[in-house]
Antibody, heavy 122, light 111 residues
């Protein structure tokens, strides 16, 4: 059974940093791209970042590029999101999700973590 | 606003058929990129219900179906039930943004 367990969310002050983790099990982690998607309170879904199975070609939404860094440790089956210089508009539930598809234009997200809440406030 | 446009809400009585749309552009759905749909029940993570325009993951009832034409995709739910009440989001890849995009979501209300 595929399981994704998000953790690391917390209350942090503007300008602060936080690292999120996503522990994966039930599939060959290194074979699949992984993504972070966030949802601000009462809002819709926003793709944040993605990384392919080998850890190459990380991608970022414009809203987080230069502040967030995605990484993965395939030996630990864990995905990370390092978030620096946090702003109030980064406040959201952050979900990790498993990517699936033959090409990026086909990618969809077939399993999701339960989400972890990041609150940026003074 | 979102790159993919969805109506804020749709509604239907139990047993009826409801449809919802997702309108994109020539850099995403109109470019032939796949459209996918997710169901989000209150307080839970999104769940994939349609992928690759028309395909249902294992375990999703065949009451759910997807279609695509031009720059738009649609999700249809036949014989709608009370536990279908949720937000539904469409998703695709955008070549101009070099990333994945979601619609703003449609709230399905079962009357």
């Amino acid at each position: 059974e595929v399981q994704l367990l998000d953790s690391g969310g917390d209350l942090v002050q503007p300008g602060g940093s936080l690292r999120l983790s996503c522990a994966a099990s039930g599939f060959t982690f290194s074979n699949f791209a992984m993504v972070w998607v966030r949802q601000a309170p009462g809002k819709g879904l926003e793709w944040v970042s993605s990384i392919f199975g080998g850890g190459n070609d990380p991608k970022y939404a414009d809203s987080v590029r230069g502040r967030f860094t995605i990484s993965r440790d395939n030996s630990k089956n864990t995905l990370y999101l390092q978030m620096n210089n946090l702003r109030a508009d980064d406040t959201a539930v952050y979900y990790c999700a498993k990517g699936r598809g033959m090409m990026v234009t086909e990618y969809h997200f077939d399993y999701w973590g339960q989400g972890t809440l990041v609150t940026v406030s003074s | 606003q979102s790159v993919l446009t969805q109506p804020p809400s749709v509604s239907g009585a139990p047993g009826q058929r409801v449809t919802m749309s997702c309108t994109g552009s020539s850099s995403n759905i109109g470019a032939g990129h796949d459209a996918h749909w997710y169901q989000q029940l209150p307080g839970t993570a999104p769940k994939l219900v349609i992928y690759g325009d028309t395909n249902r993951p294992s375990g999703v009832p065949d009451r759910f179906s997807g279609s695509k034409s031009g720059t738009s995709a649609s999700l249809a739910i036949t014989e709608v039930q009370a536990d279908d009440e949720a937000y539904y989001y469409c998703q695709s890849y955008d070549s101009s943004l070099s990333g994945w995009v979601f619609g703003g979501g449609t709230k399905l209300t079962v009357l």
